[in-house]
């Protein structure tokens, strides 16, 4: 069983920081990949960040230059720092990992329960 925990969210005014960090606890062999996605209401699910277990990250371009993907592998923790963030960032932010829960099992996607950001004009 793996478990996601995350934490960090809140309410913040536009041009403020705030970050979100997710552990993974649980029996598993490697993570490749975490990520970070959002939703806001009435829209659909989207990628904002990930972070490969080698360090390669990708950022969705509304985020570029403003959010920082970094991971601790000994911990099994992802983090991301959200800075001048802007009433569009609302959202609930999901964290999501891609691992193998042995060296030969196929690869699984786990979602945490998700955290609110808002943010007030």
């Known amino acids: 069983q793996v478990r996601l925990v995350e934490s960090g969210g809140g309410l913040v005014q536009a041009g403020g920081s705030l970050r979100l960090s997710c552990t993974a606890s649980g029996s598993f062999f490697v993570i490749n990949v975490m990520a970070w996605y959002r939703q806001a209401p009435g829209k659909e699910r989207e990628l904002v960040a990930r972070i490969t277990r080698g360090g390669s990250t990708n950022y969705a371009d509304s985020v570029k230059g403003r959010f920082t993907i970094s991971r601790d592998n000994a911990e099994n923790t992802v983090f991301l720092q959200m800075n001048t963030l802007k009433p569009e960032d609302t959202a609930v932010y999901y964290c999501?990992?891609?691992?193998?829960?042995?060296?030969?099992?196929?690869?699984?996607?786990?979602w945490g329960q998700g955290t609110q950001v808002t943010v007030s004009s």
């Open positions: 999501n990992v891609i691992l193998r829960v042995t060296m030969n099992s196929p690869e699984y996607r786990y």
